[in-house]
């Protein structure tokens, strides 16, 4: 070591202890109403789980039926980089008709379960304290017959006598069980009990070193998360936890928001998931999109709102230092950046900055009559978008904007083939155009024939529909996100047609692109010039 050389600088850092991400949103989530996935969709959400860097995927129940069968001997085929586990209860049955599923895997996890609660012993099993251990003993050795890695859930832990699942847990484990989880089955717990019930159980369960604890958390009271944490504070280290929370009645800890904590809070919790948190946003996004279920827009971490800032003061903060109303990154969850979404409580500061960014610098004066005219738009909408703020910079009524508007729209999909759309378009001029294309979707094939029809080129990158109303006539709003000349633009539509909200979506883009243009006369004078 130098004279000058710090010796603090030559130490190493300890490395963070590691918690294992349990991912069972295929297994647990799956089973909540709404979410049922097929066999494709699962191995989709698998891939992406793998992408995120979770350790175990759950991929289902093999015994449940012939289609959970496949689905989790497809996923272990077809995932190499995380353990798959699939579930058995503690019959000799579940536990070979699991082990056949796995045999692809390269990593296999059996995951057993009893219940062990007194409500669940006499309710649900009819079956005495030591019939219960007897059970769950003779099913982690015949797992553990068929696969090295041993899972072992007392379903219904945090309303078992903690005495009697100290027991269950010394003789799984002296049976050969490799993880001890501990289920919050109904979401009965709070933090502070699971907290000393970790505690209690890493002191008293015999052989404990030779296993890792888990804790399996539900929602019904809302604290899945933060009983989760708890767990985590207390020594537990694996989680499970299921992508936005999807599952049984309420749900599960979610995912992204267990994962966020833990790094977010570093410096609390002292241990590291190993995830990919930018791959936490597209994963929810997918999940959403197979499922037909849409994200919240106050999802915590992974929905619209969570970087969204609409009031003027948080804007102002922002736009000073991101830290003043962020405490994560958005980038790290994998959004682009935060969003300063313009409304009836937005200020001057986030108006000038947005103008900006599509190109208008407005003087004071200017900006005044434009800010007073914005807050008369905004007190008629929700939100105001860009093509508004375009119109307004230009002097333009922002509910009559142009030059296109749609005469006739046709669009129609054929099984087993591709789509085809026509649209013909009239401009405030009078000009007619026509076009026809084909597309992968009647929404794609709607985008291409209007870019072809106003001579624009546009890539499409993002497409959303959702229902702003209930029934057989509900509205619905697709947003667009289109890639031209290097920018990404976005559009809205409303309509009780979804390609007729796309097309009106993609023509809110179109018309965006040609009013940025120079007009003819100001380009041939300065032609002439």
């Known amino acids: 070591m130098t004279p000058t050389e710090s010796p603090v600088a030559s130490i190493t850092p300890a490395p963070r202890e590691r918690v294992r991400v349990f991912d069972t949103t295929l297994r647990d989530g799956e089973q909540a109403p709404g979410f049922s996935m097929t066999r494709a969709q699962k191995l989709r959400i698998a891939q992406a789980l793998a992408e995120l860097g979770v350790d175990i995927v759950e991929a289902g129940f093999p015994q449940a039926s012939d289609g959970d069968f496949a689905s989790v001997q497809a ?46 012993r006499e309710h649900k099993l009819g079956m005495s304290r030591e019939q219960v251990v007897a059970a769950a003993v003779a099913g982690v050795r015949r797992a553990k017959e068929l696969c090295d890695d041993v899972e072992f859930s007392a379903e219904d832990a945090m309303r078992t006598e ?41 002191t008293h369960v015999r052989g404990i070193e030779r296993a890792v604890l888990s804790v ?19 020594g537990a280290r694996q989680v499970e936890c299921t992508l936005t929370g999807i599952g049984e009645r309420a749900g599960n800890a979610a995912l992204e928001e267990v994962a966020m904590a833990l790094k977010t809070r570093a410096e609390l919790f002292g241990v590291d998931t190993g995830l990919r948190t930018p791959r936490l946003y597209p994963a929810a996004r997918l999940l959403a999109q197979l499922t037909g279920q849409p994200i919240p827009r106050n999802k915590a971490v992974v929905g619209d709102n969570a970087f969204a800032h609409e009031s003027g003061i948080h804007q102002h903060g922002m736009l000073k230092h991101r830290g003043t109303y962020e405490i994560m990154r958005p980038e790290d969850v994998g959004f682009a950046r935060s969003q300063l979404v313009l409304g009836k409580h937005s200020g001057r500061h986030a108006l000038r900055e947005r103008l900006a960014s599509l190109g208008h610098t407005p003087d004071e004066a200017a900006l005044d009559q434009i800010f007073t005219r914005f807050k008369s738009l905004a007190d008629k909408k929700r939100e105001v978008f860009d093509s ?32 085809s759309a026509s649209v013909r378009l ?17 929404v794609d094939a709607t985008l291409r024939a209007i870019g072809r029809a106003v001579g624009q080129d546009f890539e499409l990158v993002d497409f959303q529909i959702r229902a702003l109303s209930e029934g057989g006539d509900a509205q619905g709003q697709a947003t667009l ?3 031209h000349a290097g920018r990404e633009l976005h559009g809205r539509g409303v309509s009780t047609d979804i390609v007729e909200a796309a097309a009106l979506a ?19 004078a300065a032609n002439h010039a």
């Open 75 to 120: 996923i272990a085929r077809e995932i190499r980089s995380a353990t798959i586990c699939a579930l058995a209860r503690c019959q000799r049955g579940d536990i070979e008709t699991a082990a056949r599923a796995l045999e692809p895997a390269v990593r296999g996890r059996i995951h057993v379960f009893i219940a062990t609660s007194p409500l669940h």
């Open 162 to 202: 903690p005495d009697y699942l100290a027991e269950v847990f010394s003789a799984v484990v002296e049976a050969g069980a490799t993880t001890l989880n501990v289920p919050d089955t109904v979401g009965y717990i709070t933090p502070a009990e699971m907290f000393e019930r970790i505690g209690f159980l890493r």
């Open 216 to 234: 399996h958390c539900h929602d019904d009271l809302g604290m899945a998360v933060a009983n989760s944490l708890a767990a985590v504070a207390a």
């Open 388 to 419: 508004d703020l375009e119109a307004l910079a230009l002097g333009r009524d922002a509910e009559a904007q142009g030059p296109w508007r749609i005469v006739h729209l046709h669009a129609a999909s054929h099984l087993g083939g591709s789509a």
């Open 426 to 442: 009239q401009r405030e001029d009078g000009v007619m155009a026509s076009e026809a294309a084909i597309g992968d979707g009647p």
């Open 481 to 483: 996100g289109v890639r």
């Open 506 to 524: 993609a023509l809110e883009i179109a018309n965006r692109i040609e009013r940025s243009k120079p007009d003819k006369a100001a380009r041939a």
